[in-house]
């Protein structure tokens, strides 16, 4: 069996899908209506743009989703997933790819929820930090015991977890982790707590976007971040979605759950292969590759 990966934020680069739009006249359409969509040509960013301006989050995330989804439909009829899964932003390429949300309707979300980010962000001061080479469970110990709002909010491989909170918590977590036995820790360069509880503004403001918007049954059982298991329930999928943001991304149970159903390759569609390094963490005999046309 077969499963396709759509890659989350952070995969982005400059020069990403212009291979599409050069090649592909679907390709270029899509690309055309999405710049219709958002207001602005993101495909001048995409293409020839400064890679300070591809970094902000109101156009990384709608970059990183175009080049996934746009990607996957020119597959067509070699794109046959038998699961799909997306790490946190790549979540909403996977359904998209998966026609249980609309092109349209997908990038509609998706720059919502990069602006509501954005917004959440800027209310209050926050990071995020990787933790390399310590368990789960110590890392989520650690956490609570800090003072302030710090939690473990990308589980991306073994021995690789992301926390996430205010400046002050974060820093002092790093500390004690570090005093713990993590082999590193590394602040990333962010604008905020991505999946805590200080995406809560955020949150809200997707919830009344994600529940006007019409869901399908996907072609094939999406994995979904909240809780690494599989819907293909509409309305099962829209609440996931929106408690997405304030919740952790489970990608390393995500993947053991799709090992676990039998799969035996994994096609990473969009930009980078940084999912194809974590899938080998956690199964380094896994095949993996890129979508390619």
């Known amino acids: 069996m077969k499963a396709y990966i759509f890659p989350g934020q952070g995969a982005q680069y400059v020069g990403m899908g212009k291979d599409l739009y050069d090649e592909y006249q679907n390709a270029k359409e899509l690309f055309e209506k999405a710049n219709e969509i958002l207001g602005f040509r993101i495909t001048d960013v995409m293409f020839t743009g400064m890679e300070e301006d591809l970094k902000q989050t109101k156009v990384t995330q709608p970059a990183i989703f175009l080049h996934s989804v746009i990607l996957a439909k020119c597959l067509g009829d070699d794109f046959k997933p ?103 820790t590394l602040k990333l360069n962010v604008s905020g707590a991505f999946h805590s509880p200080l995406m809560e503004p955020a949150k809200l403001e997707l919830q009344h976007a994600i529940e006007q918007t019409e869901f399908s049954i996907p072609v094939c059982p999406v994995y979904q971040n909240v809780d690494a298991k599989a819907y293909s329930n509409p309305i099962q999928i829209k609440t996931n979605l929106i408690t997405q943001l304030t919740s952790p991304v489970r990608w390393t149970q995500t993947m053991q759950n799709m090992l676990a159903e039998g799969v035996d390759s994994f096609v990473e569609v969009g930009p980078g292969k940084v999912l194809q390094g974590l899938v080998k963490k956690v199964n380094r005999k896994i095949p993996t590759s890129s979508a390619s046309l």
């Not at 998209?96 to 309707?105: G, I, M, N, P």
């Not at 919502?112 to 469970?137: F, H």
């Open 82 to 184: 038998d699961m799909v899964a997306g790490h946190s932003l790549g979540e909403f390429s996977a359904l998209v790819a998966t026609e249980a949300l609309s092109f349209e309707d997908g990038l509609a979300l998706v720059s919502k929820r990069a602006n509501a980010m954005q917004n959440a962000c800027e209310l209050q001061e926050s990071t995020m930090a990787a933790i390399l080479g310590l368990e789960d469970k110590v890392v989520e110990d650690i956490c609570a015991s800090i003072e302030g709002t710090v939690i473990a909010a990308n589980y991306n491989c073994p021995g690789q977890v992301v926390i996430s909170g205010t400046v002050d918590a974060v820093d002092q977590a790093c500390k004690k982790l570090e005093e713990g036995g993590a082999r590193r």
